[in-house]
């Protein structure tokens, strides 16, 4: 049976954390949906648009990718919608831990079926949040080492128009 799950996010931007447990994800299901959070209280510095064309283009190269969409719904909700009863989240420490098994919880309260798989993240890349790499780029830090190339480009030319025009 074709297993499909899938993984959720904010990604603004999707960073090289990201990729990490998407390709590792790639390799344990048969199908991955990458289901971008509109996640307006989080002030996304790119629209829902921008991030999935974004993460469609870091993601080219990776079989198995089903599709990139974007939801403004409980993540239960769509889980159903997209017929998958599995969600990948990546874990970087104990304190994301703590925020994930709530989630979980919830995402199980609402739709019974749906398990939560956990990766822990690479040691290498466990540190880069999407948060800290727009900081560093919008005080002129380097943060191509984080970022696939067209991310980062389009990173620097969002801030550049962001606090230089
Ligand atoms: N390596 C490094 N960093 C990583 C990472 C990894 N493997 N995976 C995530 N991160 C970072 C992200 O960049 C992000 O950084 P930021 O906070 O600085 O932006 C942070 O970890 C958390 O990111 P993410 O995994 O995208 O979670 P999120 O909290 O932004 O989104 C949703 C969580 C979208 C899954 C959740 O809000 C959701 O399900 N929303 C829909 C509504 C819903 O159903 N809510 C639950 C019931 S109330």
Known sequence: M??????PGTFDPITYGHLDIIIRATKIFDNIIIAISKNK???PIFNLKERIQLT????????NI???LGFNDLLANLAKTEKSNILIRGVRTIF????????????????????????LSSKEVSFI???FVKE??????????????????????????????
């Open 136 to 165: 560093i780029a919008k005080y002129n830090g380097n943060v191509k080492p984080y970022l696939p190339k067209e991310v980062y480009t389009a990173l620097l030319k969002k801030l550049h128009k962001k606090y230089l025009s």
């Open 66 to 68: 089903k599709k990139v």
């Open 2 to 7: 074709n297993k499909t799950a899938i993984y």
């Open 56 to 63: 469609k283009k870091a993601t080219l190269h990776i079989k």
């Open 129 to 131: 949040s999407s948060s």
């Open 96 to 119: 994301d831990f703590d925020y994930e098994i709530k989630l979980a919880e919830i995402n199980k309260q609402i739709y019974p079926e749906l398990d939560s798989i956990f990766l």
């Open 41 to 43: 209280e989080k002030k």
